[in-house]
């Protein structure tokens, strides 16, 4: 089975204005593709994501996705997974996986987000 085809779990933290933001544009270039998305919120689900593999933690500085297989993919390897299933966004997918872009973007995306979490808190 391709693996772009089965359905997905994205990890996401809905008490964060920029990931609701984000969600919503990827639900938009999706279009039906986005119908095979399921998005859980893990404010509050610990537990869920321990029972899934998940360090509580890292969920809130990586984004993670399940595949239709039950493999958890994390950081950049989640937005190359989520992105190459919407046709507009391959070619980004397939630029993210670059081996001399991919630790660059991986270490800004770091920075952002632990920014993010000291303003909040």
């Given at each position: 089975?391709?693996m772009r085809k089965g359905?997905?779990?994205?990890?996401?933290?809905?008490?964060?204005?920029?990931?609701?933001?984000?969600?919503?544009?990827?639900?938009?270039?999706?279009?039906?593709?986005?119908?095979?998305?399921?998005?859980?919120?893990?404010?509050?689900?610990?537990?869920?994501?321990?029972?899934?593999?998940?360090?509580?933690?890292?969920?809130?500085?990586?984004?993670?996705?399940?595949?239709?297989?039950?493999?958890?993919?994390?950081?950049?390897?989640?937005?190359?997974?989520?992105?190459?299933?919407?046709?507009?966004?391959?070619?980004?997918?397939?630029?993210?996986?670059?081996?001399?872009?991919?630790?660059?973007?991986?270490?800004?995306?770091?920075?952002?987000?632990?920014?993010?979490?000291?303003?909040s808190g």
């Amino acid at each position: 089975m391709d693996m772009r085809k089965g359905r997905l779990v994205v990890f996401y933290d809905g008490s964060c204005p920029s990931c609701i933001k984000d969600r919503e544009r990827y639900e938009k270039l999706a279009g039906e593709t986005g119908e095979s998305v399921e998005w859980l919120d893990i404010t509050g689900k610990d537990e869920q994501l321990r029972a899934e593999g998940i360090d509580p933690d890292k969920a809130l500085r990586e984004l993670h996705v399940k595949d239709a297989q039950g493999r958890i993919h994390s950081e950049m390897d989640a937005y190359i997974l989520l992105m190459s299933r919407v046709p507009v966004l391959k070619p980004l997918a397939w630029l993210i996986g670059l081996p001399v872009i991919r630790p660059m973007l991986a270490r800004i995306y770091h920075y952002m987000v632990n920014r993010r979490l000291a303003k909040s808190g």
